[in-house]
């Protein structure tokens, strides 16, 4: 027994050799999947590596620990100073260049912003979900989800102020009802009931509708222009859908817990489908945000027809 509480708690195995973590403090160890505390039981197919039990200061600590979260924290902590140096040269090199207006500034910031906080909501859950009080842990899991709410809304506002650029009537309701829309999620999260086990396909019909909500005034968005055959629905348009196949693949790797599921133990610290989720969701941001520069850049070159400015 205390051989294998030993092994547990101080080997990592990567590709059956085992390995000392980088860094281990004395006062943070690593359970196994049995050994943690069942609101942290989300993942049978992640067998050892977790952190549990631990007050705030030791979460924050375990920043520098390799454990099974490791490559979770860091990759949406890259993604913010990602997020963050793309909103410092917008602003001193991109917006300047493509003449824009302070409309665009606004929109550019908000868009960078929501993504940040979505990274930063991200990060401070996978930290601090290993705290000893289930509620706290409980509290961050509602702020990732509400980053993720976040992001999207960020999406969608700079998506939606480009493409009905000439079309103000259906701008603002677009964006007044997806403000809306993203309200509510926000109610729907607060509630005590919405993070229980029991609720676990809600949240992904929820999520999925929240994200499926933007094929309408995407729909809506070609037919205004004058269907597919259209110069910048041709542009652009293949830009939405790239984004559309990022996220959904993202989605699946999220729900099927694929590839762990078929290696179970093995991809404890590298390799598991939320890694993949968490880079894939900073992959998609980035591509939004380029298409958003992009049409952005394109209605400063093609101004908006006479007829269209009322419409
Ligand atoms: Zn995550």
């Not at 499926?212 to 259209?230: C, D, K, R």
Request: aromatic share 18%; hydrophobic share 45%; charged share 10%.
């Amino acid at each position: 027994m205390q051989q294998k509480l030993l092994r547990s708690s101080h080997y990592i195995e990567l590709g059956g050799y085992q390995y000392w973590p980088i860094m281990v403090p004395r006062d943070i160890r690593l359970y196994t999947y049995e050994q943690i505390p069942v609101f942290l039981k989300d993942n049978p197919y992640i067998t050892d590596g977790y952190r549990a039990y631990l007050p705030a200061r030791l979460c924050l600590k375990s920043l520098f620990i390799l454990s099974n979260e490791t490559v979770n924290i860091w990759s949406h902590l890259l993604g913010f100073l990602l997020f963050f140096a793309l909103g410092v040269y917008d602003l001193v090199a991109v917006l300047p260049a493509a003449g824009a207006s302070r409309e665009d500034f606004v929109i550019c910031f908000v868009c960078l912003f929501c993504f940040q906080v979505c990274m930063l909501c991200s990060v401070g859950y996978h930290l601090f979900c290993c705290h000893r009080s289930e509620k706290t842990s409980r509290r961050w899991m509602a702020l990732d989800y509400a980053g993720i709410s976040i992001a999207i809304l960020g999406c969608y506002v700079s998506g939606v102020f480009y493409a009905f650029y000439c079309n103000n009537y259906w701008r603002q309701v677009y964006l007044i009802t997806m403000l809306a829309m993203i309200l509510a999620v926000f109610f729907a999260q607060i509630h005590p009931s919405y993070l229980t086990q029991q609720c676990h396909r809600l949240r992904s019909v929820i999520f999925c509708s929240v994200s499926g909500y933007g094929i309408i005034p995407t729909v809506h968005w070609v037919g205004l222009n004058g269907g597919i055959g259209a110069s910048i629905v041709q542009e652009f348009a293949p830009r939405v859908l790239v984004m559309y196949f990022i996220a959904a693949v993202a989605f699946l790797f999220y729900i099927s817990k694929v590839p762990e599921r078929y290696f179970p133990g093995q991809l404890n610290y590298l390799g598991s489908s939320h890694q993949v989720w968490h880079i894939l969701a900073v992959v998609m941001l980035y591509w939004w945000h380029q298409s958003v520069v992009y049409i952005m850049q394109y209605r400063h070159s093609k101004p908006c027809p006479e007829y269209s400015v009322d419409l």
